[in-house]
Nanobody, 115 residues
Framework: QVQLVESGGGLVQPGGSLRLSCTAS????????LYWYRQAPGNQRELVAG???????NYADSVKGRFTIFRDNDKNTVALQMDSLKPEDTAVYFC?????????WGQGTQVTVSA
């Protein structure tokens, strides 16, 4: 059974940093492309960052230069380092693992950026 456990969300002031982690079990982690999405109230879920099995990364324009996605295949973990956070980054963040028709989601972790 595949399980994804997210951690690291919370409340942070504007300009601060958070690191989200998503650890998978029951899956051959290294062959999956990994993504972080977010969804703010009233908005659609949007792609924040992704990293392929080969290590290629891509980012939404709104987070380029502020967020970094990492993967550690030995620990079955994908992380999202978020720096210079802005109030508009407030959302529930979800990790997502994809390979072909296989698609798995984490439960989501709340990130709130507020003074």
């Amino acid at each position: 059974q595949v399980q994804l456990v997210e951690s690291g969300g919370g409340l942070v002031q504007p300009g601060g940093s958070l690191r989200l982690s998503c650890t998978a079990s029951g899956i051959r982690f290294s062959i999956y492309s990994l993504y972080w999405y977010r969804q703010a109230p009233g908005n659609q879920r949007e792609l924040v960052a992704g990293i392929t099995s080969g290590g290629n990364t891509n980012y939404a324009d709104s987070v380029k230069g502020r967020f970094t996605i990492f993967r550690d295949n030995d620990k079955n973990t994908v992380a999202l380092q978020m720096d210079s956070l802005k109030p508009e980054d407030t959302a529930v963040y979800f990790c997502n693992l994809v390979r072909g028709f296989l698609n798995f989601w984490g439960q989501g972790t709340q990130v709130t950026v507020s003074a």
